[in-house]
C-alpha cells in the first residue's frame, strides 16, 4: 500500500521552529510533486507549501511565505517542511501529500495522490 508518514510535529512557543519530515512507504518520491497540505478544525484544508519533482518549482501560501521553506532529498527519499518564526495561527495537523501534477494543481487545486496521517503543529504560548 502506498502511503506517506509525516514526522517531527509537536508543541512549541511562538517564534519557534519545526521541521516536518515526510517519508513514503512503498515507493519513491522522485518524479512526484510533494504537498505539505495544514488542516484546521472549522477551516477549509489548506496547501502551504508545494515543490516540483526538479525542485524548480515551489508554491507558498501567502500566510507562511518568508517564513516556511520546502525542500527535498530524493537520495534520502524524504521531503522537508522547516517551520519558522511559528505563530499561533500556525496550528494545525499538517500532511504530506504527492501528485504527478504541477505545484499550483496540487496546492491550490489540491489535487492529490497519494497522502500521509498527518503530525500536528501546536503553537502556543
Known amino acids: 500500500q502506498l502511503q506517506l508518514v509525516e514526522s517531527g510535529g509537536g508543541v512549541v512557543q511562538p517564534g519557534e521552529s519545526l521541521r516536518l519530515s515526510c517519508v513514503p512507504s512503498g515507493f519513491t518520491l522522485e518524479y512526484y510533486t510533494v504537498a505539505w497540505f495544514r488542516q484546521v478544525p472549522g477551516k477549509e484544508r489548506e496547501g502551504v507549501s508545494c515543490?516540483?519533482?526538479?525542485?524548480?518549482?515551489?508554491y507558498y501560501s501567502d500566510s507562511v511565505k518568508g517564513r516556511f521553506t520546502i525542500s527535498r532529498d530524493d537520495a534520502k527519499n524524504t521531503a522537508y517542511l522547516q517551520m519558522d518564526r511559528l505563530k499561533p495561527e500556525d496550528s494545525g495537523i499538517y500532511y504530506c501529500a504527492v501528485s504527478w501534477l504541477s505545484v499550483r494543481a496540487t496546492c491550490v487545486d489540491q489535487r492529490t495522490d497519494h497522502w500521509g496521517q498527518g503530525t500536528q503543529v501546536t503553537v502556543s504560548s
Open positions: 515543490i516540483s519533482d526538479d525542485t524548480r518549482s515551489t
